[in-house]
T-cell receptor, first 114, second 121 residues
Framework: DQQVKQNSPSLSVQEGRISILNCDYTNSMFDYFLWYKKYPAEGPTFLISISSIKDKNEDGRFTVFLNKSAKHLSLHIVPSQPGDSAVYFCAAKGPGAGSYQLTFGKGTKLSVIP | GAGVSQTPSNKVTEKGKYVELRCDPISGHTALYWYRQSLGQGPEFLIYFQGTGAADDSGLPNDRFFAVRPEGSVSTLKIQRTERGDSAVYLC???????????????????FGPGTRLTVL
């Protein structure tokens, strides 16, 4: 049973527009969430994170929103650039024994069209 | 500064053979993790080291898999009697600490290497 779900395998967006990537989770014990970006033949690169005590975290063009009641988070990229084209993974971890294990979704492939 | 490095980048082996995959973490990082990413999936946790000891190996799929980190830096993932189902990208990550300042600084952020693509024929 997948605890972290990214239901959109792919997303295409025009350059300059907003990209919104979504992620849902089922484990209410998760209290820290991360987004990683992955280019082909490279490892995942940390992008941005958010703690469960916040509902928003912003870093430049990237903003992550967390809705705990809905167990949903989203990553907004504004404005989208062709270099943002990659696979984006949502990951989560919880307290205690789960505090070091990242649980990943299957990823969403973002294509930013020039 | 240097990131996490992994060797080899690609490994092709035959069913039944033994393989070793190496990970060099970021200097000074005490925590080291191994994940496996199968085609079309996200990375899945295998094992976590704090220093030299394996603090949690609950993600290892069976006893053919073993990992060591004898001096608290470089780690080797060892797979015996490889099977075709072991084919995947094996990712290593490291972090400064674990579970520290969870709601503030990101000292426990995991930084990944490029991975080793293992193909078992």
């Amino acid at each position: 049973d997948q605890q972290v779900k990214q239901n959109s395998p792919s997303l295409s967006v025009q350059e300059g527009r907003i990209s919104i990537l979504n992620c849902d989770y089922t484990n209410s014990m998760f209290d820290y969430f991360l987004w990683y970006k992955k280019y082909p033949a490279e490892g995942p690169t940390f992008l941005i994170s958010i703690s469960s005590i916040k509902d928003k975290n912003e870093d430049g063009r990237f903003t992550v929103f967390l809705n705990k009641s809905a167990k949903h988070l989203s990553l907004h990229i504004v404005p989208s650039q062709p270099g943002d084209s990659a696979v984006y993974f949502c990951a989560a971890k919880g307290p205690g024994a789960g505090s070091y294990q990242l649980t990943f979704g299957k990823g969403t492939k973002l294509s930013v069209i020039p | 500064g240097a990131g996490v490095s992994q060797t080899p980048s690609n490994k092709v082996t035959e069913k039944g053979k033994y393989v070793e995959l190496r990970c060099d973490p970021i200097s000074g990082h005490t925590a080291l993790y191994w994940y496996r990413q199968s085609l079309g999936q996200g990375p899945e946790f295998l094992i976590y080291f704090q220093g030299t000891g394996a603090a949690d190996d609950s993600g290892l799929p069976n006893d053919r898999f073993f990992a060591v980190r004898p001096e608290g830096s470089v780690s080797t993932l060892k797979i015996q009697r490889t099977e075709r189902g072991d084919s995947a990208v094996y990712l290593c990550a490291s972090s400064q600490t674990t579970n520290a300042f969870r709601h503030g600084a990101s000292t426990d952020t995991q930084y990944f290497g490029p991975g080793t693509r293992l193909t078992v024929l």
